[in-house]
């Protein structure tokens, strides 16, 4: 047709090729949806003009994308004025933003066919150079669309007709037996999701919306480069697990396993390997019954008997001398527990990591004299019971041998460690229960129980004496090694459960022999005096059978022993804690020794029992009574456990100094001092609160001794008053 007067000429076939060719080159890089596989026809050959101007051969040019296309001037037709209509077959293009491929499609083959030449497409879009295929591939079901989208940045943003790309959910893999293909184009994903990094053979990595992830730059460090710790944030993230050291052995499930029994224990001040724990709550049971059931405990049921008391009285006395007991050891049971670790290092938290040294003294110099009591009467009772028995004219050498025996018999448990001793406190809390189930069967028929009721009370002053004394005897002896026995339990076992185990194996023995004891005396009133100053021979004289010296010595050596066995085991740990780093083999060594020198001097010196009860035990308390006071509360104050390397190391958790502590510590032993009383002539200088108010130290209040209960309650009210604060920055630190 023409398009004017003088115009070129253009058929309209000529016009629907031209219009054909344009809209494929501009619908080329827009993916299509296929409905369904089918084959598209190859389009037909234009049979072209043997003459074409220049404006016709420009139509089929590129032209920039830029720029609109104008076409040869030509009038308006309508594809109605066609001979035939034209039928849209295949897939059709879609021009909406949102529609896109769910993963790219794997080139086709060559055909005969050639497309029309287009331009190059951009860097960021699929190449369009690959020609069409003859048949289409089914489509997966369409992925999830990533809208709606945030804010994306330019270089990520699609241009015109280019399709918003899916987050792929399965990538399609190629088979083994397939030639290799080129890799298909990148196509950026826009997602609120970081892009991760393929893993080497593993393809593509299918990536998904974790959500914001807020990790401050202050809480990433650089210890590790994949450190799961590092991770910190609301987005769905690996936990974090605890570091383990390169030396350090980590229990998988399995059950902790027993020590060997003659392997010598090689921790020290350091926490208990776990895999070591293998103690249960009951244990504490017999650890502490064996120690503290010696019938040398009847004496000191008779001594309280001299003071005046009567039986209700005296009951009383040791009644409230056992309760007080429970605070040392409940609470330094459950401190071990808890820290696995001895009881001065566990004292490092109240007092500070140097200024600790201090209290650390005073245990050393209390475990010495209480081994060396314990040595001197298991060599006494020896002596006396050969004598009676008439197997020695003299107690010379039965003293002298039974020492040698139970100073080496002890050491050498005490050598080996917490596996032996545990075993041997097991035999002997049995044999124990035995001997003294036979001994009180034995001697019952000399209890008098009408007289004993007949006997009078005293004043109230002298049950508080009573029940001091007791408390000394067996809480304030005991108190400062109660977390070496318990640093071997189980971590998921119940610590109250092990705090009244060990309470009562501690307690139960005392209360029923220092009651036994009282009521014998009361019995027979002319007995008492003997009885208190040697168990042994006031058992002696009250008619035993001819089978007696036997068990009687058992059931009185045993438990010496036994007791011991604890002291000396624990006397190493303190001498370690106060610096002498020689290993807790050489440091039980180091401390037996002092223990055997001191108890052959008080075998030499002293005969009496009474006076060993009442005299130094009492002196000691006083400051034993304060830092019980100070370390209970704190114990009781504290909701985490302990930081275990702080306590080994300065510059931790716990400061060097904790001066309160100290302070009151000095204080309340001042205090306490000035407030009891001894018969013997170098401690003649306590008491000197009660001159000062006027008050007779040796009799009523003055007697009392009422200086260990005010030492306790001050160390006690410190750290609930003022300590609180203090005990909860170290709980923070240790978070």
Known sequence: METGPGGERHSDDELAT??????????????????????????????????????????????????????????????????????????????????????????????????????????????????????????????????????????????????????????????????????PPIVPVIAMAPVLPPLPGTGPVVTRHLGPIDAPSDHIDTDLHDDADDVRGTAPTPRSSPRVAVDETVLLGAEPVAAPLFEPEEADLEPTPIDRRVGRAARMFWLWFAGTSSLISLGVGATLFTLGLSLRQLLV??????????????????????????????????????????????????????????????????????????????????????????????????????????????????????????????????????????????????????????????????????????RYQRPGSSGGAAMLWATFGAAVPPFVLVSYGGLLAASHPGLAEQLASDPVAGFVRLGLPGWYPVPLLLAVGLSLISALVLTMYSAGFTLDALGVRIGRRWSTVAAGGPIALAGIVLALTVTDLDSVVRGVPTALSVPVAAWTGLFGAETMLRVRRFHQPSLLVSGGVYPDWRWLNLGMLVAASVIGLGLVSSDLPWLAWEGYLFRLLGIDPQAGIGASNIGVIVALALGLLTPLVAGSRAVRRQEQGAA
């Open 18 to 183: 031209a219009l054909e060719e344009e809209v494929a080159r501009i619908t080329m890089a827009i993916p299509v949806v296929a409905v369904e596989p089918s084959p598209v026809p190859a389009a037909e050959p234009v049979p072209s003009q043997p003459e074409r101007s220049q404006s016709e051969s420009s139509q089929s040019e590129p032209v920039p994308e830029d720029e609109e296309w104008v076409g040869p001037p030509t009038q308006a037709i309508s594809f109605e004025d066609l001979p035939v209509r034209r039928r849209m077959e295949g897939p059709q293009p879609t021009f909406s933003a949102w529609v896109g491929a769910a993963a790219p499609q794997p080139p086709a083959p060559q055909t005969s066919a050639s497309p029309p030449v287009v331009p190059e497409p951009p860097a960021s879009e699929p190449p369009a150079s690959q020609p069409p295929a003859p048949a289409r591939v089914p489509v997966a079901p369409a992925p999830t669309r990533a809208e709606p989208l945030s804010y994306v940045v330019p270089e990520l943003a699609p241009r015109d007709s280019q399709p918003v790309p899916l987050i792929t959910e399965e990538p399609p893999t190629a088979p083994r037996d397939a030639p290799a293909e080129p890799a």
């Open 317 to 486: 006395a040791t009644l409230v001398g056992v309760a007080l007991s429970f605070l040392p050891l409940g609470l330094g049971t459950l401190a071990g527990k808890w820290s696995g670790q001895p009881t001065m290092v566990v004292s490092r938290a109240t007092f500070g990591v140097r200024g600790n040294v201090i209290p650390t003294v005073l245990a050393l110099i209390t475990k010495l004299f209480w081994g060396s009591v314990l040595l001197w009467l298991a060599g006494s009772a020896a002596g006396s019971l050969a004598v009676s028995g008439g197997w020695a004219q003299g107690r010379a050498t039965p003293t002298a041998v039974a020492l040698l025996v139970a100073i080496l018999v002890a050491g050498v448990i005490a050598f080996y460690g917490y596996a032996l001793v545990a075993r041997v406190q097991l035999v002997l809390t049995v044999a124990s229960a035995l001997l003294i189930a036979v001994l009180v069967a034995a001697t019952w028929r000399h209890v008098d129980l009408a007289r004993a009721l007949a006997v009078p009370d005293a004043l109230w002053t002298h049950v508080v004496t009573g029940a001091v004394l007791v408390f000394s005897y067996l809480g304030l002896a005991w108190a400062m090694s109660s977390a070496e026995v318990a």
